[in-house]
């Protein structure tokens, strides 16, 4: 069974401040990473995708791939309180996705 | 933009009813999927599609079925609905693998 695992939280950080996210994986062969953001009662939204190692930055957002090391990573920069929801790791295997239990992330005012 | 479309947004249901959850997407996508989230267990994959007619089990497909006849619609069926299935039902799809899955606004389904 492939899996993807992160820290369920929460983690709470306080306005202004990175909010560093992460996502361990176990099919090497898995080749495109997703972060999903999910409000309570809500369907997950998608925020970003990375297909190849090094950083890719979207506005306050940077996701970082490791393949060798098989990590996924999301910093969220200057973290404003409505960026508190629960952010999903996604990785692809043999055709669907396989979904992280997520991170519920805090941003204190 | 990509539009997935849950016929129902809050069900309730009782035990050993049979039950049938809808989902529509207007993009025209290959693949479709059905998933199940509960607290601390996260996104669970149910079932998907990746054409017409076409099915494959995900991880936790008892007392589950689905039909595609067609490729914008994706059914999942509740043969004899139980209290277990109470949840939160997410339809989501994608045009091809490296793509991103468009998720549905999803159905919470109680089962009393």
């Known amino acids: 069974q492939k899996e993807v695992e992160q820290n369920s939280g929460p983690l709470s950080v306080p306005e202004g401040a990175i909010a560093s996210l992460n996502c361990t994986y176990s099919?090497?062969?898995?080749?495109?990473f997703f972060w999903y953001r999910q409000y309570s009662g809500k369907s997950p939204e998608l925020i970003m995708s990375?297909?190849?190692?090094g950083d890719k930055e979207d506005g306050r957002f940077t996701a970082q791939l490791n393949k060798a090391s098989q990590y996924v990573s999301l910093l969220i920069r200057d973290s404003q309180p409505s960026d508190s929801a629960t952010y999903l790791c996604?990785?692809?295997?043999?055709?669907?996705?396989?979904f992280g239990s997520g991170t519920r992330l805090l941003v204190r005012p | 933009d990509v539009k997935v479309t849950q016929s129902s947004r809050y069900l309730v249901k009782r035990t050993g009813e049979k039950v049938f959850l809808e989902c529509v997407q207007d993009?025209?996508?290959?693949?479709m999927f059905w998933y199940r989230q509960d607290p601390g267990l996260g996104l669970r994959l149910i079932y998907f599609?990746?054409?017409?007619?076409?099915?494959e089990k995900g991880d936790i497909p008892e007392g589950y079925s689905v039909s595609r006849e067609k490729k914008e619609r994706f059914s999942l069926i509740l043969e004899s609905a139980s209290t277990n299935q109470t949840s939160m039902y997410l339809c989501?799809?994608?045009?091809?693998?490296?793509?991103?899955?468009?998720f549905g606004n999803g159905t919470r389904l109680t089962v009393t």
């Open positions: 996604a990785v692809d295997s043999s055709y669907k996705l396989i």
């Open positions: 099919d090497r062969g898995s080749q495109s």
């Open positions: 990375i297909y190849s190692n």
């Open positions: 993009m025209d996508h290959e693949n």
């Open positions: 599609s990746y054409d017409v007619k076409m099915k």
């Open positions: 989501a799809s994608y045009r091809e693998q490296s793509s991103p899955l468009h």
